[in-house]
């Protein structure tokens, strides 16, 4: 009798403990689930039903998204009533295009809202001064053309009436995540801003890999 107590008892134990150990992970799973929700909330009562958007309010901005801006060493505030951070859908994934200014240049940068509560910058492929390809998260002067489904990217520069550059970038998802692929380079040799690009370069399909006999 006393030895079926001693096992009830242990029984009892275990489950005593078990049960503290679910409900230890459930308050630890709150937190988070409650800052999902309260993210989720604060982007649909900004959009308002809007696939894209402008914000030009730096108190409008979503903390998450502010925060990872700040912490890219951007500096958005000054900029944004005139050059507000656009919030554009491409391939069905959240961007957000925000200009930051360093010294008297600035650049736009993305960040990719697939996570709310944790907002990522993105790095683009660019051509290297030596050949071949690196990458940057500051590609310059950023136009969304939602029509071809394509981002325009043009370096900037203090110096009047000079050589200009622009990249074509397409948006790839895959197993690795979100990347931008580039698929077009082009120059405008004639200066003070002339519309006269001419490409140097463009991505080709890849050959179909040889399928297995």
């Known amino acids: ?3 079926r107590i001693s096992i009830l008892s242990r029984a009892v134990v275990v489950g005593l403990l078990l049960f503290a150990s679910i409900a230890t992970g459930l308050a630890e799973d709150r937190p988070q689930a409650d800052a999902r929700r309260d993210a989720l909330r604060e982007w649909q009562n900004l959009a308002n039903g809007r696939t894209e958007f402008e914000i030009a309010d730096p108190a409008l901005v979503p903390k998450p998204l502010a925060l990872a801006i700040e912490q890219s060493d951007c500096r958005y505030k000054d900029d944004i009533q005139h050059r ?20 008297v240049v600035g650049s736009d940068m993305v960040f990719d809202l697939d996570n709310l509560q944790k907002p990522k910058v993105l790095a683009f492929p660019h051509p290297a001064s030596k050949g071949g390809f690196g990458t940057t998260d500051l590609p310059g002067a950023i136009t969304w053309k939602k029509e071809a489904g394509v981002l325009e990217a043009e370096p900037v520069t203090d110096l009047a009436c000079t050589w200009r550059t622009r990249y074509t970038y397409r948006l790839d998802k895959s197993f690795a995540g979100i990347t931008f692929v580039i698929v077009r380079i082009q120059v405008n040799k004639n200066e003070c801003r002339q519309d006269e690009w001419l490409t140097v370069w463009e991505a080709s399909p890849w050959p179909e890999q040889p399928k297995s006999p």
Not at 86 to 100: D, N, P
């Open 84 to 103: 507000p951070i656009r919030i554009v859908r491409v391939e069905k994934q959240r961007l957000a295009i925000v200009f930051c200014r360093f010294s």
């Open 1 to 3: 009798m006393q030895f």
